[in-house]
């Protein structure tokens, strides 16, 4: 047992030796998720251990490795604004708490069955889906929060969706999704009615398009079924404007896709 055990000669020994080379992109992630973090703020003395157990600093150093390795894989590339670019093999990684039934193919749309609503839509190629983590309280109107399923398309669109049971019609609906919208948007949305509020039939099933001009284009698809109401959101930040035709035919062709539990 000649070795030193003094930690700054084993410190300075490691980075002595020959690492393994890492990719550039996992440590993007890092750096990434680090200035995206919160950090934890200590009040208090802080101690530090006065030496390292054997093959701990080894060990912690393996499990940075690990670390960065798993957000490489799980975590999306983030473009311009926030929203994630579309990737070459797009994947779903579900939460702990919920399982997606989404399939993806890098040349074709995404099937999304949500695993909190029940419902089903396909989304365009090139997008990603996220399920939402928490269920709807019915009475907030979400953006895109852990109460909604989230799709994230190229450029500045973005979509999701939320249900929750409603004793109401779909003339309730809208009127209680509008005046939600005035309650909890009014900072950003100060219009208390939408431009648009116009019937929206979709194989068979009577919804309604509200929109507004937000500084952003917004669309809501809202519809009440079997006691449960639904609403789809759309928006484009790039379009200052209650309506686009490229935008309504997409969206348009979103709606198409939505299967509506029985």
Known sequence: MTASRDPDARIAAFFESSQPDLPDRTFNVVRRDIHRTRQLVVIGPWREPTSFGNGAFVAATAAVVAVAIV????RPIVGPGGVPSPAPTPTVAPSPAVSSTAAASPTGPTVF???MYGYTVTIPAGWLAAPALLRWDGIKQPGPDAEADKFAGPEQLTAWAFAGPFSGDLAAFVTDRITANARDH????????PEINEPLPIGG???????????ALINNAVTVRAGVAYEFAYRDLG???ATDPAD???????LNSVELPN
């Open 113 to 115: 069955t949500s695993p």
């Open 186 to 193: 009014s900072d950003t949305c100060p219009r208390a009615t």
């Open 239 to 241: 379009i200052e404007a």
């Open 248 to 254: 309504r035919a997409l969206f348009q062709s979103i």
């Open 71 to 74: 957000l490489l894989n799980l």
């Open 205 to 215: 099933q009577a919804w309604v398009l509200l929109g507004w001009n937000c500084g």
